[in-house]
């Protein structure tokens, strides 16, 4: 009976977990949206804040950072585990906490590698001065590598807090 009793309330939390992932999940969405409204309302263009070239060289920062220091499987490990219907054993506990240092290590690459991708755009911005057009479309892609690197250290931290919680369930 005690087995029943302790089975019912883990299906318990478990659904309410699931719920309060679901909830949590719907509000981040809804800020994206309430953020990209904001600019929309403000006369600012959405397309000013796309700029595939300093993405990429950010993530592309990332994934050969994460390739030297050998925790690229476990990034991708991490991020699978913190969405994905697994259940752990104790022995994927070690995977599940090499998985959280290497989403740790991850932010602090994206980060830095965001501010070090603007320096070096000021760099070469302050080497064209004598064209005054383009000093404000370049200044603003410059600072686009550290408004990236900041959301997506967010995006990952939410990731690295959720693989934390499976480690200490």
């Known amino acids: 009976e005690n087995m029943v009793n302790l089975l019912k309330d883990t299906e318990t939390q478990n659904e309410k977990h699931k719920w309060f992932n679901i909830v949590m999940n719907l509000l981040w969405l809804l800020l994206l949206c309430f953020m990209i409204s904001i600019l929309g309302m ?58 959280e240092h290497a989403l740790g290590f991850g932010i602090k690459i994206i980060i830095f590698s965001g501010i070090a991708t603007a320096l070096i755009s000021f760099v070469t911005i302050m080497g064209h001065l004598e064209e005054p057009t383009a000093l404000g479309p370049n200044l603003a892609v410059a600072t ?18 959720r693989v934390h919680n499976l480690i200490s369930e």
């Open 42 to 99: 403000g006369g600012t263009n959405i397309i000013w804040f796309i700029d595939m070239p300093s993405l990429l060289l950010i993530c592309g920062f990332l994934i050969l950072a994460l390739g030297i220091s050998g925790q690229l499987k476990y990034f991708w490990l991490g991020i699978k585990s913190a969405y994905g219907k697994h259940t752990f054993k104790i022995e994927d506990m070690v995977l599940l906490k090499r998985a």
């Open 144 to 161: 686009l590598t550290v408004l990236y690197g900041i959301v997506l250290s967010m995006v990952l931290m939410v990731v690295k807090a």
